[in-house]
């Protein structure tokens, strides 16, 4: 099992910047595994936002390539996603995610505004 707890979400103006965090517990976070976050804009559906897997290669939503970078510290067994020039449309609520063996773990999110 994993427990994930996201953080670093807040108000942000337009141009801004946010680094969000998620820290996992119950579990080391493997290289194995896969980790992402995905985002729920208001209103409407759950959507990817980064992956990193196994290799260390990264997939981004398209809306956000240049801007967001995904990252892991396996030391702290956390997972970052650093969010640059920001823009009213990344206003969501962002949850981290890891995958096991084909089992999908999510936490609670964490609400991001960005708005002026």
């Known amino acids: 099992q994993v427990q994930l707890v996201e953080s670093g979400g807040g108000l942000v103006q337009p141009g801004g910047s946010l680094r969000l965090s998620c820290a996992a517990s119950g579990s080391y976070i493997f290289s194995r595994d896969v980790v992402g976050w995905y985002r729920q804009p208001p209103g409407k559906g759950r959507e990817l936002v980064a992956v990193l897997i196994t290799s260390g290669s990264t997939t981004y939503a398209d809306s956000v390539k240049g801007r967001f970078t995904i990252s892991r510290e396996y030391a702290k067994n956390m997972v970052y996603l650093q969010m640059n020039s920001l823009k009213p449309e990344d206003t969501a609520v962002y949850y981290c995610?890891?995958?096991?063996?084909?089992?999908?773990?999510w936490g609670k999110g964490t609400l991001v505004t960005v708005s002026s």
């Open positions: 995610n890891v995958v096991r063996l084909k089992i999908n773990y």
